[in-house]
Nanobody, 115 residues
Framework: QVQLVESGGGLVQPGGSLRLSCAASGSGFSRSVVGWYRQAPVKQRELVAD???????NYADSVKGRFTISRDNAKNTVYLQMNILKPEDTAVYYCNLKFRLLNYWGQGTQVTVSS
């Protein structure tokens, strides 16, 4: 069983930065695909970025050049560094882990970009 706990969300002004963290419990982290998704009010959940066990990254077009996903396998943690934040980045951000055909989700952390 895998549990994911996100942290690092909050309120930030446009142009600011935040770093989200997601700590995973259980085994298999280093062999998993990890990712961040987000869901804004009345919108569907969408992929923000993911990262394979081999280091291949994939980003949504809307965040390319501004967000960076990374992982620390020694700490079972995945990060999302978010720079040059925009009001349209406001959403609940969810950590995701895929391992052996199973899909795990964190509880979500709110990110609000507003002046």
């Amino acid at each position: 069983q895998v549990q994911l706990v996100e942290s690092g969300g909050g309120l930030v002004q446009p142009g600011g930065s935040l770093r989200l963290s997601c700590a995973a419990s259980g085994s298999g982290f280093s062999r998993s695909v990890v990712g961040w998704y987000r869901q804004a009010p009345v919108k569907q959940r969408e992929l923000v970025a993911d990262l394979t066990s081999g280091g291949i990254t994939n980003y949504a077009d809307s965040v390319k050049g501004r967000f960076t996903i990374s992982r620390d396998n020694a700490k079972n943690t995945v990060y999302l560094q978010m720079n040059i934040l925009k009001p349209e980045d406001t959403a609940v951000y969810y950590c995701n882990l895929k391992f052996r055909l199973l899909n795990y989700w964190g509880q979500g952390t709110q990110v609000t970009v507003s002046s």
